[in-house]
C-alpha cells in the first residue's frame, strides 16, 4: 500500500525529521518516488507478488545501523516472507522502533520477538490489532484499557499506544496518559499512518519513547481538530491531518513559530 508509505514518511517529515528515507519495494518504488519530492525511496528486493523480500534483509540491516530510528509496518501486507522480515528485522536493528499496522501483525505467536527490542520500542495497535496480538479481551472501559495496556507495557518492556477514542498511552515503568485530542472524523484510512511517522520523527529529535509518544499522540488529535473545523468530519482524510500539522505545531510551540 504506497499510501500508507507516503503518509507515514511525510507525517515524519512534518514533525520535524531532517530526513526522512521510505523503503519500499522495487515493483513500487517509481510509484513512491514520484508522490513526494521531499521524501527519499529506497527500492528494496520485491517477492513475486511485489512486497518486500527476505532478500532484502542484510541491506536493511546495514541502512538501519545508520539511522537514528526505525518506523515499520504501515503498508507492508501480510506476506509469509514480508512477515518473516519484520520479525527479523526488528530481532536485529539497534535503534528506537516504532511499530504498527502489519509490523503488529508479524507479532501474533511471535511475541519473542519483543525481547529484543525491549526498552526502546513503541506499539500502536488499535483494539482489533491489541486483541489480535495479545489476546483476551477489551472493551471501550477506561479501566480495561488502563489495565491491559500497563500489563502489555510492563511485561513486554514497551510503550503501547491504544489507539482510538481518547488514544491511552502506556510506559513500562507505569506512566499513563489519555489523550484528549481528536475527533471522530479521524478514523479514517490513513490516520494511523500519518501518527506512526510523526512518533518516529520525535524519537528521532532526542524525545523518550513515552513523551514522543504522548505528544505525537496530542498533536495528531490537534492536527485532526483544526482540520476537522476546516473539512467538516465528516469529510476529514488522513491528507488533512497532515497538511494541518504546520498549524497544529505552530499553536503547540509559539516559540518556534519564527
Known amino acids: 500500500m504506497t499510501g500508507a508509505a507516503h503518509l507515514a514518511g511525510m507525517g ?5 525529521a531532517g530526513l526522512v528515507t521510505v523503503g519500499v519495494p522495487e515493483s513500487v518504488y517509481s510509484i513512491v518516488a514520484k508522490r513526494g519530492a521531499e521524501l527519499m525511496a529506497r527500492p528494496l528486493p520485491a517477492t513475486p507478488e511485489g512486497t518486500l523480500s527476505l532478500r532484502g534483509f542484510p541491506g536493511i ?3 538501519c545501523a545508520a539511522q537514528s530510528v526505525l518506523a515499520i509496518g504501515p503498508g507492508l501486507s501480510q506476506n509469509i516472507d514480508t512477515q518473516k522480515l519484520i520479525r527479523k ?3 536485529s536493528a539497534k535503534i528506537p522502533l516504532v511499530i504498527d499496522a502489519d509490523g503488529l501483525n508479524a507479532l501474533k505467536r511471535h511475541l519473542k520477538v519483543l525481547t529484543a527490542c525491549r526498552d526502546r520500542a513503541v506499539l500502536t495497535p488499535h483494539p482489533g490489532e491489541f486483541v489480535r496480538v495479545f489476546g483476551g479481551r477489551l472493551d471501550s472501559s477506561d479501566a480495561l484499557r488502563k489495565k491491559r495496556a500497563l500489563g502489555v507495557a510492563k511485561e513486554y518492556g514497551c ?3 491504544l489507539k482510538g477514542h481518547h488514544t491511552a498511552v502506556a510506559s513500562p ?3 499513563y496518559h489519555v489523550n484528549a485530542t481528536g475527533n471522530p472524523g479521524m478514523a479514517t484510512a490513513g490516520s494511523g499512518d500519518v501518527l506512526t511517522g510523526m512518533i518516529a520523527a520525535l524519537i528521532g529529535q532526542g524525545l523518550s519513547c513515552y513523551d514522543a509518544a504522548c505528544l505525537g499522540a496530542h498533536a495528531h488529535g490537534f492536527a485532526g481538530d483544526l482540520a476537522a473545523k476546516k473539512m467538516g468530519e465528516i469529510s ?3 491528507g488533512d491531518i497532515l497538511d494541518s500539522l ?3 505545531f505552530k499553536k503547540l510551540c509559539p516559540s518556534l513559530r519564527q
Do not use: D, T, W, Y
Open 12 to 16: 515524519a517529515l512534518r514533525s520535524g
Open 246 to 248: 504546520p498549524e497544529a
Open 89 to 91: 528485522i526488528l530481532q
Open 173 to 175: 515503568g507505569g506512566n
Open 159 to 161: 510503550v503501547i499506544v
Open 61 to 63: 540491516k546495514r541502512f
Open 236 to 238: 476529514l482524510v488522513a
